[in-house]
């Protein structure tokens, strides 16, 4: 790990504070919404026999298109915008 100087000013220790803060809060948000995919695997697997690595493909392949949606939505937003406003 690189050297690391403490800042004197306690503006900057508080502003660094509140950061390792926000790191923190958001770090258990990600492993309470790992428990929640866990619980919701084990569930699928116990009542229909669905592999988990199924079930996380199959969620993966929805958030892609999802996201490939939007990405068309905004391409075509961009495009429009660069011939009639631009």
Do not use: G, H, W
């Not at 026999?49 to 990405?71: C, G, H, I, S, Y």
């Amino acid at each position: 790990m690189s050297e690391f100087v403490t800042p004197t000013s306690v503006k900057d220790r508080e502003s660094i504070k509140k950061a390792i803060s926000d790191v923190a809060d958001q770090l258990i948000l990600i492993a309470a919404t790992n428990d929640v995919i866990k619980d919701t695997c084990t569930y699928l697997k116990d009542s229909f026999d669905m592999p988990t690595p199924l079930v996380r493909k199959l969620a993966k392949f929805k958030v892609e298109q999802n996201f490939q949606e939007a990405r068309n939505k905004f391409d075509s937003l961009e495009e429009s915008y660069e011939i009639l406003v631009k």
